[in-house]
């Protein structure tokens, strides 16, 4: 069941995600109307939201395929709200092996992919689900960051950090 809802789960990230970390904006020609006053927007976060590895353990061994777990606390992963309007303690993760190296499809999979499509390859690994799978990662040590992301991209202030040796 799980395995047919990380397939199911990709689609919807693939639609709903498509501007999660990039900064691009599209720019019409000929367009001469002044930009409106900056405005600063309230932070939406997740005040109380807790995330933690479940696996790979900290100072722990892996092997190959890595297989990572999350539990999240006071957070809800909301896939179908992806790119829509941030609601306070939901959203979706992004997942940073060794600072994005290792967030390719060559290692993450699926959720590499799409961070192909989405410009942020090699920055992180996009996901709606508590699990990720990396494999082919080189022996040795390893960190991975996992940032919980509002619906609208931003990040919600809350992570977590776990290092591991892949044997």
């Given at each position: 069941?799980?395995?047919?809802?990380?397939?199911?789960?990709?689609?919807?990230?693939?639609?709903?995600?498509?501007?999660?970390?990039?900064?691009?904006?599209?720019?019409?020609?000929?367009?001469?109307?002044?930009?409106?006053?900056?405005?600063?927007?309230?932070?939406?976060?997740?005040?109380?939201?807790?995330?933690?590895?479940?696996?790979?353990?900290?100072?722990?061994?892996?092997?190959?395929?890595?297989?990572?777990?999350?539990?999240?606390?006071?957070?809800?992963?909301?896939?179908?709200?992806?790119?829509?309007?941030?609601?306070?303690?939901?959203?979706?993760?992004?997942?940073?092996?060794?600072?994005?190296?290792?967030?390719?499809?060559?290692?993450?999979?699926?959720?590499?992919?799409?961070?192909?499509?989405?410009?942020?390859?090699?920055?992180?690994?996009?996901?709606v689900t508590p699990t990720i799978v990396y494999?082919?990662?080189?022996?040795?040590?390893?960190?991975?960051?996992?940032?919980?992301?509002?619906?609208?991209?931003?990040?919600?202030?809350?992570?977590?950090?776990?290092?591991?040796?892949?044997?």
């Amino acid at each position: 069941m799980k395995r047919v809802l990380s397939i199911v789960a990709v689609p919807v990230i693939a639609l709903g995600v498509a501007a999660c970390g990039s900064s691009d904006k599209k720019k019409s020609a000929g367009n001469t109307t002044p930009a409106p006053a900056a405005t600063t927007a309230k932070k939406t976060g997740a005040p109380g939201a807790k995330v933690a590895f479940v696996t790979p353990k900290d100072r722990g061994t892996s092997g190959d395929p890595l297989k990572v777990k999350v539990k999240l606390t006071g957070f809800k992963l909301a896939p179908q709200q992806v790119g829509k309007a941030p609601m306070q303690g939901e959203g979706h993760l992004h997942f940073a092996m060794d600072g994005g190296k290792f967030d390719q499809p060559k290692y993450s999979g699926a959720n590499g992919k799409l961070a192909v499509k989405l410009g942020v390859n090699g920055k992180y690994s996009p996901s709606v689900t508590p699990t990720i799978v990396y494999t082919g990662l080189p022996k040795g040590k390893h960190v991975l960051e996992v940032y919980l992301a509002n619906n609208d991209h931003s990040n919600a202030g809350v992570e977590a950090k776990t290092k591991f040796t892949v044997q």
